[in-house]
T-cell receptor, first 113, second 111 residues
Framework: EAGVAQSPRYKIIEKRQSVAFWCNPISGHATLYWYQQILGQGPKLLIQFQNNGVVDDSQLPKDRFSAERLKGVDSTLKIQPAKLEDSAVYLC???????????FGEGSRLTVL | GQNIDQPTEMTATEGAIVQINCTYQTSGFNGLFWYQQHAGEAPTFLSYNVLDGLEEKGRFSSFLSRSKGYSYLLLKELQMKDSASYLCAVYYGGATNKLIFGTGTLLAVQP
């Protein structure tokens, strides 16, 4: 079974530029999460999708972050414009059932200069 | 909020036993996970507790007390490869059923 795929693995941009991350969850997994993990901290939930609908985006900085999950499969997370404090690893995770084990992708490491 | 508290760092000796504690807010609790995360890698699943008691899986065990809002992860016969961050994560129910992570406990295993 293929795992959660994310790209790019690494991205370096200057502040005020924009960036997009892509996630392809495990086939059949209805629930998809985006987490932000700053170095030395635990993952922080940004947004949760159930199929193609947003279930929770209360922690998403909506003035600069946006996410979508078209057709209930792949998802993209965009940051525009980026700030220095956005430097982090962005983790995508999926699960087949609500309340089930999350399977994580390898993450996209963003450095904002 | 849904505060999840764990020690920031721990140090233990190879071959020994270590216990990593986690406390959380009980309101809306639906289950608790422990994940292991090596530096630069994604978290990997270790255990899942829904009911009170001890779940044993090889060298790793996890305990849950729902009434106390308390869990621990027990690692036995420590190996150098167990040096990693250990994340406690709680499912909070209701409409969203979202998984909230603690800050993680960085465990250093010394020879």
């Amino acid at each position: 079974e293929a795992g959660v795929a994310q790209s790019p693995r690494y991205k370096i941009i200057e502040k005020r530029q924009s960036v997009a991350f892509w996630c392809n969850p495990i086939s059949g997994h209805a629930t998809l999460y985006w987490y932000q993990q700053i170095l030395g901290q635990g993952p922080k939930l940004l947004i949760q999708f159930q199929n193609n609908g947003v279930v929770d985006d209360s922690q998403l900085p909506k003035d600069r972050f946006s996410a979508e999950r078209l057709k209930g499969v792949d998802s993209t997370l965009k940051i525009q414009p980026a700030k220095l404090e956005d430097s982090a690893v962005y983790l995508c995770a999926s699960t087949s059932t609500r309340g089930g084990e999350l399977f994580f992708g390898e993450g996209s490491r963003l450095t904002v200069l | 909020g849904q505060n999840i508290d764990q020690p920031t760092e721990m140090t233990a000796t190879e071959g020994a036993i270590v216990q990593i504690n986690c406390t959380y807010q009980t309101s809306g609790f639906n289950g608790l996970f422990w994940y292991q995360q090596h530096a630069g890698e994604a978290p990997t699943f270790l255990s899942y507790n829904v009911l009170d008691g001890l779940e044993e899986k090889g060298r790793f065990s996890s305990f849950l007390s729902r009434s106390k809002g308390y869990s621990y992860l027990l690692l036995k016969e420590l190996q150098m490869k167990d040096s990693a961050s250990y994340l406690c994560a709680v499912y909070y129910g209701g409409a969203t059923n979202k998984l909230i992570f603690g800050t993680g406990t960085l465990l250093a295993v010394q020879p």
